[in-house]
Every structure is written in structure tokens, then in C-alpha cells.
T-cell receptor, first 117, second 114 residues
Framework: GAVVSQHPSWVICKSGTSVKIECRSL??????MFWYRQFPKQSLMLMAT?????????EQGVEKDKFLINHASLTLSTLTVTSAHPEDSSFYIC?????????????FGDGTRLSIL | AQSVSQHNHHVILSEAASLELGCNYSYGGTVNLFWYVQYPGQHLQLLLKYFSGDPLVKGIKGFEAEFIKSKFSFNLRKPSVQWSDTAEYFC????????????FGTGTQLKVEL
């Protein structure tokens, strides 16, 4: 089946540093990938839609200068949390949708747990 | 904007018991509906989906869900659960023509006891 690889799975860093998270579709191409954030005991909240070769579309309330998204190829999207602070600590999950079109569901990565000290 | 409500946050069942997890959504237009499962330590996996056609959808591992348009519901069912069904279950909605964006419910944690 379709596999989405997300790396790293866990990162701990100091406040003020920037952290990059990668999301790769391993056996399919994805013109569209999605980035979610999940707080403890809450649902996944869509942060942004990553579009290959163009700018990401951010959801209301998500700072695009804070969460930089790059989707440079059909199999890779990156999320960079810039100047991270403790309130950015969360579980970040990416998903990718097969570019084949039609009724294609999203396939999810394992998530990245980000802890900012 | 659409929203999804899952009424049961925690469910505990014995093996062989029947399962029904509720999911209601609010959106006036055409929707695509999904149930995802997340087993402990694993990523979200698609259980089943409804796009159109027969409102009774069968998914993997013996799960099924019924779309009742008049009730804005998409409840998940399984006649006889197994210990291995212990997981968190998420209902999700995508407004047709909404750019494939998914709106998730808060999830239901299912624990199946032997």
C-alpha cells in the first residue's frame, strides 16, 4: 500500500532554533500534501495544504512565516518551524494524496513529536 | 466550514461484543466521509470511505459504516470486536470540491478487553 515517511519522529531542541520536518511519499507521487497539528487528547487540525511547485495554502490562524512549507518535488514536502518556542511543542503529522486523481484518500505519516525546551 | 462530532471519547468492550461509534457532521453540501484508525504507536490508516453510491460501506477488518444523509451521520460498526481492534478511531469529512481538506473529529479511544 501507499507509504508516507515522516522524519524525524521525535525532536527536542532549544527555544529559538528552527526545526525542519520532512514528509515523503515513498511509492507514489503527490502533488498535494497536508500538514496537521495534534494537541494531546484533541483532534488533528489542518495547518496548511502543500502544493508541489507553488505556494502552500495556510488555514486561518496559522502563521505562514512561522511554519514554512516547501514542496519542491512530487514526493517531498518539508515543514520548517522557525524560531521555535515552547508553545510550538506538539505532534505534527503529514499526509499525502496520490496524484492519480479520482477517489484517492490521504495517506498519513507516523508523525513528528516536537518538544521545545 | 464543516465540523465533525464524535460523541464517544472512550469506549471499553469485551471481545465479541458489537461496536458502534457515532459520527455526525455539519455541512450543507455534498461530502466525502472517512473513518481512520490509529493503532498504538502507528500512523493513521484508512478503514473505509464513502464518496457516493451505496450508503452502507464495507471496509477492512470487518468494519462497516452507514451514511445517513438525513441525520448527517456516518456511524462505524463491527458486529464482533477483537482485542486487536484496540485503537483510536477518527471520523473525517471532506467537502466535495473543498480541495481535499479533511476535517477530523476528536477521536474515540476503543479498548477491547479479553
Amino acid at each position: 500500500g501507499a507509504v508516507v515517511s515522516q522524519h524525524p519522529s521525535w525532536v527536542i531542541c532549544k527555544s529559538g532554533t528552527s526545526v525542519k520536518i520532512e514528509c515523503r511519499s515513498l511509492d507514489f507521487q503527490a502533488t498535494t500534501m497536508f500538514w496537521y497539528r495534534q494537541f494531546p487528547k484533541q483532534s488533528l487540525m489542518l495547518m496548511a495544504t502543500s502544493n508541489e511547485g507553488s505556494k502552500a495554502t495556510y488555514e486561518q490562524g496559522v502563521e505562514k512565516d512561522k511554519f514554512l512549507i516547501n514542496h519542491a518535488s512530487l514526493t517531498l514536502s518539508t515543514l520548517t518551524v522557525t524560531s521555535a518556542h515552547p508553545e510550538d511543542s506538539s505532534f505534527y503529522i503529514c499526509s499525502a494524496r496520490d496524484s492519480k486523481g479520482g477517489s484517492q484518500p490521504q495517506h498519513f505519516g507516523d508523525g513528528t513529536r516536537l518538544s521545545i525546551l | 466550514a464543516q465540523s465533525v462530532s464524535q460523541h464517544n471519547h472512550h469506549v471499553i468492550l469485551s471481545e465479541a461484543a458489537s461496536l458502534e461509534l457515532g459520527c455526525n457532521y455539519s455541512y450543507g453540501g455534498t461530502v466525502n466521509l472517512f473513518w481512520y484508525v490509529q493503532y498504538p504507536g502507528q500512523h493513521l490508516q484508512l478503514l473505509l470511505k464513502y464518496f457516493s453510491g451505496d450508503p452502507l460501506v464495507k471496509g477492512i477488518k470487518g468494519f462497516e459504516a452507514e451514511f445517513i444523509k438525513s441525520k448527517f451521520s456516518f456511524n462505524l460498526r463491527k458486529p464482533s470486536v477483537q482485542w486487536s481492534d484496540t485503537a483510536e478511531y477518527f471520523c473525517a469529512v471532506n467537502a466535495a470540491g473543498g480541495g481535499n481538506k479533511l476535517t477530523f473529529g476528536t477521536g474515540t479511544q476503543l479498548k477491547v478487553e479479553l
